[in-house]
């Protein structure tokens, strides 16, 4: 390997020796030291061949042959080194591997069989070479013959042993093919469990993409596979058997596989298999399941939604779009005629059981789900277990629990086991707890590895493989430059030189530079701490010893708000699950967080005097700013943590009428036994609501709408590049795209007639707003011009596919934004199609305003590149009219009525400026009441009406009224408004530019509330207002 000390004085030897060299696992650069001997720079100096190595010049053999392999999986190397070397293709296919597992299942069902085929195999060689030689002696004969050949005896004696020999050889293979046939014809019946074996390999093969930990070798599915055919059930007839081996085979593949994955990817496993599967059985149409992963790619509607009232643009496009697969031509006429049907189906809770009346039993269920697809997005991951249920079996739907024991079991003492770390788990516990049960308690060493510890593990590994202990490396991520040694170590592990006893454990969080060799070989596992709050209060009060339970000095209080904080730690992190409705960031809040907070409670109880009032300030201070809010780098994250924090940490959590949800199902219980308190929370619900959370019914839906689209774009990546049947190639499709959108792309700004049109002037900011948001949108244009022009030529063959045009392609094809675009573009989560049409959208905004000359009265703030350029220049116009420093001056804001919306869209306001194309999410607008009020059921964002952004001196602007330990404003404050923040996409997460801002955060604008509701109640709600939506 490249990485060896010895490599160069290796390579050396064997180009002096004449021995072949075989470097192994290259990266895509290759060391320059090799340059010399690719290019095959050999001079010969005093009769000798001699070649450039580095410093030294040394003697060249021409026996020396070079090999060179890597095990990535789509390497781009460069041309330069394309042309220095043979490039082969070693991937195992599909039919190699049905071969391969044909041979494999044949030499364990029909052993006498198969050893007679490979005996044909070696004896039709020998036979081949004995013809071969006769033939050639007889060549050679005639060629050398003197005279007349019939009186040369040698020759004729030669060609009548021939004529004997190839009789007999004849006679051979007569029999040779009559058991040929035979072999043949036992063979054939076993075809279907090679080709399902075949299959699903490339499932697992497939699998490195979306996980770097998730690698799997084929020598360990070959093991698998052969261990599975042992252990099916035996059968009389063949076709039962075949059924056997491919279940008990298919069940084995998603046990071992399954124990390596995280949870949110054992769905994806299942569904990928049995995909896999049906498409192999002919049973599944491969363009079908294109469609229910893909979606409508279509930038316009193909015709005018019919149904604008119940039914979206999106869903009425992917209608559309399913319309032209080949089974559904008759579907949009039947659509339209029973719209009605298909309205409940928008309104139903259980959506899928609607379209199943609909469309009856004899339709494919497959069908269905398309149809469930295009109408409720948000009930597709039930869908999916429900198909995978009907077609497989409900156990592949019931991952098997994590048990270590059955762990160990599978493994040998040359295999490493290897723990995938996932936050909130504690492998350790369980690694001792098994140690001790074995016997092994005392012989197991634990390093965690990091700077220093690579010599100490490396003899650690030594000792224990002389004799027979266990060895455990934690946190290998952290000592990523010593995993090229660790995997060193491991290649060289053999049976015979490690005592039986031996384990080498690793612990290691994903990371792509965990040696692929030790991750493919090695029994990897998985054991998340369970979800839902239930799970996560039970786990944090299994954490709590009696003793420390109940000595508290002030016992009931303590009880109280010690439950309390444990379901704050549950929520906290429970709330991720919601996605940005939740958090803007995920955090791990992890047990040591709670622990120390448990530690404080206790601690600030115990030193109170008796009549002393509880410091709840001070105690929420330290769990909301230091133990959970150091983790916390967002702003609006942090004033979410404090207001959730402030439901539990308040002196109304000791009275027993407090409840923590409107419901009243959730409470801290009566201060009794610590078992007690086990027992209410085991009679909780295993699945909370929103309301838990503070969140509205809908987050549901965006929480179930998340989990489908991470579902589906997982698997559509996961998909081959080809379309099988009468689908276009991937070439034609991107070539018919990359046209599309270069049509509908205008030309650039005229940079110099924008500065002439709006010169920088003293009074009017917005013209450098203006020539800025062009100059930025032209390096755009110019990107996607310049990259479909070159992703059109690739295609033709006139220039270098290159690695970002190859991703740029598969990007386009599966109707995703390229990274060569978003890497030059405002931010953005739209699908292709609409994400050209938003961009066509943005420049027809600023090309009116330069043809206009003049700004226009209502702005629309998705239009903006830099929205905060706008922002900056509204408030600017103020404070140079007024002639007052611009930090003295800041924004009011007022929603506009209907009646005053039409003023606007007329007439300009006298100071700052009208704004449109808000979004508001998690709640609504209500234009009666004039405040924000609760979202209508599965209304998940609303469109807000004209804003006006209206510049003051901060004196005149009305302060928040809030509490300030909870970033809600003053306790002297009179407006009562919600401080919404405004993001550019529904992600809601950014980065801090080097402006200063965040590249997603806007602005935070006052949205007036109603009497009884406080800021709180939004702010635990998730509002915020979005420039643009994901479709």
């Not at 994806?268 to 992963?293: C, H, M, N, P, V």
Request: net charge negative; glycine share 6%.
């Amino acid at each position: 390997k490249q990485n060896q000390g010895n490599f160069v004085r290796t390579l050396e030897n064997a180009i002096q020796f004449g021995n072949p060299v075989l470097l192994e696992n290259v990266p895509e650069s290759l060391d320059p030291i090799l340059e010399p001997v690719l290019l095959k720079m050999i001079v010969k100096a005093g009769g000798v061949l001699t070649i450039r190595l580095g410093d030294s010049t040394i003697e060249y053999d021409p026996k020396f042959r070079l090999y060179i392999t890597t095990k990535l999986r789509n390497p781009h190397y460069p041309p330069e080194l394309c042309v220095k070397v043979n490039l082969l293709n070693f991937m195992a296919t599909a039919e190699g591997l049905q071969d391969q597992m044909l041979g494999r299942v044949v030499a364990l069902e029909q052993k006498e069989l198969e050893l007679q085929r490979q005996h044909l195999i070696v004896e039709d060689a020998e036979n081949q070479r004995q013809l071969k030689e006769i033939e050639d002696k007889i060549l050679f004969l005639l060629k050398n013959a003197e005279g007349n050949i019939l009186d040369d005896e040698v020759l004729i004696e030669t060609l009548g042993d021939s004529k004997k020999t190839s009789n007999v050889i004849q006679e051979k293979v007569k029999v040779a093919e009559t058991t040929q046939i035979r072999i043949a014809k036992v063979r054939q019946g076993y075809i279907p469990v090679a080709f399902q074996a075949s299959q699903l390999f490339f499932c697992i093969a497939d699998l490195a993409s979306v996980d770097p930990m998730y690698q799997y070798s084929l020598d360990w599915y070959i093991g698998l596979y052969e261990t599975s055919i042992e252990q099916a059930d035996k059968a009389k007839l063949l076709d039962d058997r075949l059924r056997n081996l491919n279940d008990c085979f298919t069940y084995i593949l998603y046990k071992n596989v399954c124990r390596s994955l995280f949870e949110k990817d054992k769905l994806l496993f299942s569904f990928l298999l049995t995909t896999k599967i049906l498409l192999g059985q002919k049973t599944l149409d491969a363009t079908e399941l294109r469609f229910f992963l893909q979606g409508s790619t279509s930038m316009d509607l193909a015709e005018p939604n019919p149904f604008k009232a119940w039914l979206s643009d999106r869903s009425w496009n992917d209608i559309l779009a399913m319309c032209d697969l080949h089974s559904f031509t008759e579907f949009k006429v039947g659509f339209k005629t029973n719209s009605k049907k298909w309205e409940a189906v928008i309104d139903s809770n259980s959506p899928a059981d609607v379209v199943n009346q609909i469309m009856g039993d004899k339709v494919d269920p497959f069908r269905k789900l398309c149809v469930l697809r295009c109408l409720r997005p948000d009930a597709i991951v039930p869908a999916v277990q429900h198909y995978i249920a009907e077609k497989m079996g409900s156990r592949y739907i019931e991952p098997p629990p994590f048990n270590m024991k059955e762990c160990f079991a599978d493994s040998k003492c040359f295999t490493p086991l290897i723990f995938v770390l996932t936050p909130g788990a504690a492998p350790m516990t369980e690694l001792i707890k098994l140690a001790d049960e074995m016997g092994f308690g005392n012989k197991l060493l634990a390093i965690s590895l990091g700077q220093g510890q690579g010599p100490i593990a490396e003899n650690a590994i030594q000792d224990a493989g002389d004799k027979g202990t266990w060895v455990c490396l934690q946190n290998c991520h952290l000592c990523i430059s010593w995993m090229p040694i660790l995997e060193k170590i491991c290649e060289e592990f053999t049976e015979e030189t490690l005592h039986p006893n031996f384990r080498l454990w690793l612990t290691s969080e994903p990371s792509p530079f965990f040696p692929a060799f030790v991750l493919q070989n090695g029994v990897k596992m998985t054991n998340e701490p369970p979800k839902g709050m239930r799970a996560n209060i039970l786990g944090s009060l299994y954490q709590v010893e009696d003793t420390w339970f109940d000595t508290c000095l002030r016992r009931n209080e303590f009880k109280k708000m010690l439950f309390g904080l444990c379901f704050f730690h549950a929520a906290v992190r429970e709330r991720r699950k919601f996605g940005p409705l939740g958090w803007n960031i995920q955090y791990v809040f992890s047990p040591p967080d709670l622990r120390i907070s448990m530690d404080q409670l206790r601690i600030f109880l115990d030193d109170l005097r008796p009549g002393d009032p509880i410091p709840f300030a001070a105690l929420a201070y330290l769990v909301g700013e230091c133990n959970y809010g150091g983790r916390v780098t967002d702003d609006k994250d942090r004033r979410c943590i404090m207001n959730i924090l402030d439901d539990f940490y308040n002196p109304k959590i000791l009275l027993d009428t407090y409840t923590f949800s409107p419901s009243g199902t959730y409470y801290a219980p009566k201060p009794g036994t610590l078992e007690n308190m086990r027992e209410y929370v085991r009679a909780l619900p295993y699945n909370e609501g929103p309301e838990v959370f503070g969140l509205h019914d809908n987050a549901n839906i965006s929480c179930a709408i998340f989990e489908t689209n991470a579902l589906l774009d997982t698997a559509l990546s996961l998909q081959p590049r080809s379309v099988g049947g009468e689908g276009k190639s991937w070439g034609e499709t991107l070539d018919e795209l990359a046209r599309d959108i270069s049509h509908r792309i205008p030309a650039e700004f005229d940079i110099e007639k924008a500065l002439i049109l709006f010169p920088v002037r003293y009074d009017e900011s917005m013209n450098t707003v203006l020539t800025q948001e062009l100059i930025r949108f032209n390096r755009l244009v110019e990107q996607v011009t310049t990259s479909l022009k070159d992703v059109q030529k690739a295609i033709k063959g006139l220039v270098l596919m290159s690695a970002e045009l190859e991703q740029m392609g598969n990007s386009m094809v599966i109707g995703k934004v390229p990274g060569l675009w978003s890497a030059v573009a405002y931010p953005s989560l739209k699908p292709l199609g609409s994400w050209v049409n938003d961009l066509l959208e943005r420049l027809t905004f600023l090309q009116s305003w330069m043809d206009n000359g003049v700004a226009p009265n209502v702005f629309w703030i998705s239009g903006f590149f830099f929205t905060q350029a706008f922002i900056t220049g509204t408030l600017q116009n103020f404070a140079r009219k007024y002639a007052t420093p611009i930090d003295k001056a800041e924004f009011d804001f007022r929603v506009l009525t209907p009646s005053e919306m039409e003023v606007a869209g007329a007439q300009k306001p006298e100071d700052g400026a009208y704004l449109r194309g808000l979004f508001m999410e998690g709640a609504r607008w209500d234009v009666k009441t004039h405040v924000i009020a609760e979202s209508h059921p599965r209304e998940l964002f609303v469109q807000m009406p004209f804003i006006h952004l209206s510049p003051k001196l901060r004196k005149n602007v009305p302060v928040v009224e809030g509490v300030p330990e909870q970033y809600t404003g003053s306790t002297n404050g009179t407006a009562h408004v919600y401080m919404c923040p405004v993001y550019k996409t529904s992600f809601r997460q950014g980065t801090l530019s080097t402006t200063g801002h965040s590249t997603n955060f806007v602005m935070f604008i006052r949205v007036p509330m109603a009497a009884e509701h406080k800021q709180k109640h939004w702010i635990r709600r998730g509002v915020a207002m979005l420039t643009q939506l994901d479709s």
